[in-house]
């Protein structure tokens, strides 16, 4: 398996049209990609313009078939405009 995470700031002001975007990824992720485990989307409790996206997939083809998805390619380049400066992402691999 492989996962990402991602640390996110977002603009200020932004932080509604973020969760939206991400709400709508998240929900056809689960709909459509039943090889992406987990996807979910954390929001730091006192800095509230932090976030956190955690993905965690079958393996290696789950998570390219997820970055070739229709859905992906519409939702990401607005949920990236969101985010300021550059986002922290990180991958791993599954050991248990």
Known sequence: ???FIATLKIKPGRE???ERLQAELSQLTHQHE???LVYDVIRHREKRS??????R??????FQAHMAIDFHGRLV???LDCVEGEMDLQF???CS
């Open 34 to 36: 039943p090889d992406v």
């Open 50 to 55: 932090t976030y956190v996206v955690y993905a």
């Open 77 to 79: 380049p607005p949920i």
């Open 92 to 94: 791993y691999d599954w």
């Open 16 to 18: 509604t049209e973020f």
């Open 57 to 62: 997939f079958k393996d290696e083809a789950a």
């Open 1 to 3: 398996m492989t996962a």
